[in-house]
């Protein structure tokens, strides 16, 4: 098996264990990540997303597949399972990602998934009227920013 596609199976076995430290460690100091709710986060803020999720997804189970990788890129095919904290609603969510390698790491990670679909299951009557909405796309996209923010600093005060 490829280093990186070892990499990925790393990665993804921190995840399904909610180890949001051994995910961060496998991606490059200056990496970029994308999906449709985090559209642009980079290097600490990465791993800040997901230990975010992982000490919040109190239920979420994940199972990923398809990885495959070599010395270009990569990819991976994974689901999450888990209760949409904002609403209580349940969510499956579907996502293919795509990777870039640097000197070991994951330096580009962009997770595909289609929002309206995941704004259904987590947002209820109003995903499914106004999801593909570019207006409830970016209210959902600040507040995960928003979430996010939060997080840190409380982290940061924690540690202070």
């Keep these: 098996m490829h280093s990186n596609a070892e990499l990925l199976h790393t990665f993804y076995d921190a995840f ?21 709710v985090f559209p642009a986060l980079t290097g600490s803020e990465i791993g800040d997303m997901w ?4 000490e919040r997804g109190k239920d979420l189970a994940l199972v990923s597949s398809g990885i495959e990788a070599d010395d270009n890129g990569g990819k991976a095919h994974w689901e999450a399972t888990y209760t949409f904290s904002t609403t209580g609603r349940s969510v499956h969510n579907v996502i293919d990602a795509e990777f870039t390698f640097k000197d070991g790491k994951i330096a ?17 009557a109003p995903g499914l009227l106004l999801g593909w909405t570019p207006i409830v796309q970016n209210k959902v996209r600040g507040e995960a920013a928003k979430g996010l923010g939060k997080w840190q600093e409380k982290r940061s005060s924690a540690s202070a």
């Design 108 to 124: 580009t990670h962009i997770d595909h998934f289609p929002f309206w679909k995941w704004s259904r299951m987590a947002l209820g």
């Design 51 to 54: 230990t975010m999720l992982c």
């Design 16 to 36: 399904a264990r909610k180890d949001g430290a051994a995910m961060r460690a496998c991606y490059a100091e200056d990496a970029t990540f994308s999906d449709p």
